[in-house]
Structures are given as structure tokens and as C-alpha cells.
């Protein structure tokens, strides 16, 4: 199962200055409990965004990069090398983790996005596919409003109803 996981604000903005735009501790323990264990997947800018730049704990990194070497996490060079590496994962739970760049390009390959919606507009400079105007991804579970550090949040699933194999 391939899934990508994200919060996004009300017009699918996800982050600017290579940074999320609002901090989420509700949503951020979401995260955390969903990709416990589990296989990551994101592209360099994403980890660069992560505190001291270093892959997340517990979980198996894959990161796609043109420049960066490191022995922390698996990088892959191309998408074509990020989807065979996949492609021998399929048994796992995989997460694509952001940010914009890979998002767009594994969408199709994906059998969910689970998307917190955040009521809030940050000013955002990427963006996530607006899976509302989506033909393929429908919205199958939309939780209750919740209060997050100030902001309204809601957990909503979709499922990808033209999933495209790797
Ligand atoms: N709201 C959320 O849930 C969420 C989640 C994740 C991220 N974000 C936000 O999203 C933003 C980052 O997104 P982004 O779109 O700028 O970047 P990104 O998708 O994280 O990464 C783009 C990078 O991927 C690598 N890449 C892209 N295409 C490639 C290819 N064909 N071959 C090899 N490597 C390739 C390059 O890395 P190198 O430069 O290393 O070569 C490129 O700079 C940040 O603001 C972050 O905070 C938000």
C-alpha cells in the first residue's frame, strides 16, 4: 500500500521558505503514529526542511536527490530508480512524506492520500494537487473539526480510484 500523507491549508498550500507554515502538534503526532515503522519516501528539500537535516527516527528513509550523498537514508537518483526501489517494497507500508516536487509525481501511484485540511490560508509558494477537482481521488472519510494550536484541523482520507501500478 502506497499512500501520501499531508496537511495542506485551505488552498492546498503546504509550505514556504522550505518550511511547513503552521505548526501542528495534533497533526504532527498523526504523522508520527502513522509512519512509526514504516518506509518514508521524499524528496531532498523535504529532509533539508527536517531539524539538523536528518532523517526521520524508526522509519526507513528514501530520499530523492540529485546532489546529496550521505549514508543515513537510502538516496535515489532518478525517479525511475526511486520507483524500482519501490517496486521491491511493495509488501511494506509506504509513505510518500512531501514535499511538492514528489508529491505531484507519485500521486498516481498511490492508493490514499490522507490529508489533514487545515481552515487557515499561510501564504503558501508549493502546493499539493487539489484532490477536490481531482477525477481520480474521491474523499471517503472527512473527520470532525478538531482545535490545534489555535487552528481547525480535520483528518480526511481519499482514495486513488485510478491507481496506476510503479
Ligand atoms: N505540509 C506538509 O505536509 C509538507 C510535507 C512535506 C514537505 N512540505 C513542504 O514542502 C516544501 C518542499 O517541497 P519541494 O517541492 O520544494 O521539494 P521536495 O519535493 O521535498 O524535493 C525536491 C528535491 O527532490 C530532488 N529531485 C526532484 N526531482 C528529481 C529528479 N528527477 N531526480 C533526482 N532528484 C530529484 C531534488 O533534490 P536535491 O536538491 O537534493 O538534488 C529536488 O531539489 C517545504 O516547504 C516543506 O516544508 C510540506
Known amino acids: 500500500m502506497i499512500r501520501a500523507i499531508v496537511h495542506a491549508d485551505l488552498e492546498w498550500g503546504i509550505g514556504k521558505g522550505n518550511d511547513m507554515m503552521f505548526s ?12 512509526m515503522g514504516h518506509t518514508i519516501v521524499m524528496g531532498g528539500n523535504t529532509l533539508r526542511s527536517f531539524p539538523g537535516q536528518k532523517p526521520l ?14 549514508d543515513d537514508c537510502i538516496i535515489v537518483r532518478s525517479y525511475e530508480e526511486l ?3 519501490l517496486k521491491t517494497r511493495l509488501n511494506e ?6 514535499g511538492g516536487e514528489v508529491y505531484k509525481e507519485l500521486l498516481p501511484y498511490c492508493d490514499e492520500a490522507l490529508v489533514t485540511k487545515v481552515e487557515a490560508v499561510g501564504g503558501a509558494e508549493v502546493f499539493f494537487p487539489n484532490l477536490d477537482a481531482s477525477e481520480e481521488f474521491v474523499c471517503v472519510d472527512e473527520g470532525e473539526a478538531l482545535e490545534d494550536n489555535g487552528y481547525t484541523i480535520r483528518f480526511t482520507r481519499y482514495e486513488n480510484k485510478a491507481k496506476r501500478l510503479l
Open 24 to 35: 501542528l502538534p495534533k497533526d504532527m503526532q498523526f504523522f508520527r503514529e502513522t509512519t
Open 57 to 70: 527516527k524508526n522509519r526507513v528513509n528514501i530520499v530523492l536527490s540529485r546532489g546529496q550523498v550521505r
Open 83 to 85: 520507483k524500482n526501489e
Open 93 to 98: 507500508e509506504i509513505y510518500v512524506i512531501g
